[in-house]
């Protein structure tokens, strides 16, 4: 099978306005899409963008093909993702499109595509795009087109959803929480379901503009939430991402919460309610090795999958297993969760377990102690097969030794950047950081990227 040009570990992404996210590109790939998906049949398309400007210009671009075939377009609007994707699922539409560049700065953006059942579109689906894309394929016109319409009132729908499902019965009342929307998808829905469960919310980061989107706040900018926590005296801060579906939490002596103390709070919960199916937790490999120690101490399961939540998911549906998600502040429940990582929906139920146990955020951090790790990214100007390089194979032996038996290396492609990025970790955070960096420089000089 030829190699996949369209789509990375997260949809399609790029830089607006540079291929592939230019009208006549936008157009074939969605007449490919409308040819696999719909597949001859009418089917409503529920479109919604994260804010930012080149996010209405896209969907003009993409839209038309399933008009053409006949479908509805339905726009949402300001939204976000897993938000986009509840929509979908509620509603029985055929298709969702989500245009979005998640945490990426304003200027990239992308398309997420989610099936009827509000999931992203399998990989099988995506290779039979990729191949009606490269063949020009389009749908038979239809009769009659398919009218284009807005409706952003169904953003609501996604609050009411946050409110009756994420943790049934939670009151915030007397509770004042930091929401760092990112400036993106979750500017309205966020601060709007913290509210309708009476709590204090001190919106931040909530006015998008089309430029601000992940600009000095939201998920990659935690600093700027404990800030805001400090000046307001919260018992809590929530960061995140531009389209809403990670959550970063900030506990109430402003430090950071990480990722994998939120899924073992949330795991140890379930595991002593007897409400973790298998006694499984699903992480990715980005997560520390110190997790497996903590949840095993507690007589839970750490299964580890590749990254990306797609893989978690994957894994949750195989082993039947009912929480997992990634250090980067990805959660997938199971049950009303429908298994879409979804940050407020994640925040709402981390406060319900708080309060149900008594407990602070503080607490959850102070009980996770992970090992020293560091995590660069190097941008290159390709993306060989790492395999393929002989001094990397060399440096990565030398770096596993190093380490030892508890440290690990990992050395990956984004799959939606143009940058590889060095992960390592073990007990000398000395030794993590210096082999870190040697072999950033190694990529550097066989493979980055030169110039502006």
């Not at 379930?270 to 937790?281: D, H, V």
């Not at 030794?401 to 984004?414: C, K, M």
Request: hydrophobic share 45%.
């Amino acid at each position: 099978m030829a190699a996949r040009k369209l789509f990375g570990t997260d949809g399609i992404r790029g830089r607006a306005n540079e291929e592939p996210l230019v009208p006549a590109t936008l157009s074939r790939i969605a007449r490919a899409t409308a040819h696999v998906v719909l597949s001859g049949k009418k089917g409503v398309v529920l479109a919604g963008h994260d804010g930012r400007a080149s996010g209405p210009g896209i969907l003009d671009a993409f839209l038309p093909a399933f008009l053409e075939a006949g479908s509805d377009a339905i726009e949402v609007g300001l939204v976000t993702t897993p938000g986009l994707a509840h929509l979908v699922r509620m509603k029985g539409h055929a298709l969702g499109v989500m245009v979005s560049a998640s945490h990426n700065p304003p200027g990239d953006n992308g398309i997420k595509l989610f099936g009827a059942a509000g999931e992203k579109l399998p990989d099988a689906v995506e290779a039979r795009i990729e191949r009606a894309f490269a063949a020009g394929t389009s749908p038979k016109a239809a009769g009659a087109k398919g009218r284009r319409q807005r409706e952003p009132v169904l953003a609501h729908e996604v609050v009411e959803h946050l409110v009756r499902n994420a943790a049934p019965g939670l009151s915030l009342r007397g509770s004042r929480i930091v929401v760092d929307c990112a400036n993106g998808g979750a500017s309205r829905i966020a601060p709007a379901a913290f509210a309708r469960l009476a709590a204090e919310v001190v919106p931040f980061a909530d006015v998008p503009d089309g430029t601000n989107i992940n600009v000095e706040c939201g998920a990659l900018h935690p600093a700027a939430v404990a800030e805001e926590v400090r000046r307001c005296g919260a018992e809590a801060g929530l960061a995140l991402d531009g389209d809403g579906d990670r959550a970063v939490f900030v506990d109430e002596r402003c430090e950071l919460v990480p990722g994998e103390a939120i899924l073992l709070g949330l795991a140890r919960d379930a595991l002593e309610r007897g409400a973790l199916p298998g006694s499984t937790l699903v992480t990715t490999v980005m997560s520390s090795a110190a997790l497996k120690r903590a949840i095993e101490g507690l007589g839970g399961r750490l299964v580890v999958v590749d990254v990306g939540d797609r893989a978690v998911v994957e894994a949750m549906r195989r082993g039947r297993f009912g929480l997992g998600g990634e250090p980067s502040g990805h959660v997938v429940f199971d049950g009303a969760g429908a298994f879409t990582g979804d940050g407020t929906f994640t925040a709402l139920r981390v406060l319900e377990c708080l309060r149900r146990r008594g407990e602070r955020l503080s607490a959850w951090r102070e009980a996770f102690r992970p090992f020293p790790q560091s995590l660069l990214a190097v941008p290159v100007a390709s993306k060989p097969p790492l395999d393929s390089l002989p001094s990397l194979r060399e440096e990565l032996e030398r770096v596993r030794a190093r380490l030892g038996a508890d440290g690990r290396v990992l050395v990956r492609y984004s799959g939606t950047e143009a940058v590889v990025r060095v992960f390592t970790e073990g007990p000398d955070a000395a030794c993590v950081v210096e082999t870190a960096r040697a072999l950033s420089l190694l990529l550097e000089r066989e493979i980055g990227r030169r110039g502006p």
